[in-house]
Nanobody, 123 residues
């Protein structure tokens, strides 16, 4: 069983930055692919970024590529999402997700989810 707890969300002006954190329980964190998903009001949940267990492989949705960076610290059982140059359309609830093995783009393949953290970008 893996428990995920996100933090770091908040209100930020367009062009600003935020760093989200996701702390995971368990002793085999490095065996889990991790991803950040987001869901804006009235929209479906979408994949934002993913990272392999070792951290050596990452992937980004086109909408965040070049602005967001996903990373992980396996010694701390934590995955991060650094968000720069935030846009109004980045406003959403951001969820951390974990699955045994490598990360994938489909949310249905993830076994564990955090409770979500709200990110609001204002003009």
């Amino acid at each position: 069983q893996v428990q995920l707890v996100e933090s770091g969300g908040g209100l930020v002006q367009a062009g600003g930055s935020l760093r989200l954190s996701c702390a995971a329980s368990g002793r085999t964190f490095s065996m889990y692919g991790m991803a950040w998903f987001r869901q804006a009001p009235g929209k479906e949940r979408e994949f934002a970024a993913g990272i392999s267990g070792s951290g050596g492989s990452t992937y980004y949705a086109d909408s965040v590529k070049g602005r967001f960076t996903i990373s992980r610290d396996n010694a701390k059982n934590t995955v991060y999402l650094q968000m720069n140059s935030l846009k109004l359309e980045d406003t959403a609830v951001y969820y951390c997700a974990a699955r045994f093995g490598n990360f994938v783009l489909g949310g249905r393949s993830y076994d564990y989810w955090g409770q979500g953290t709200q990110v609001t970008v204002s003009s």
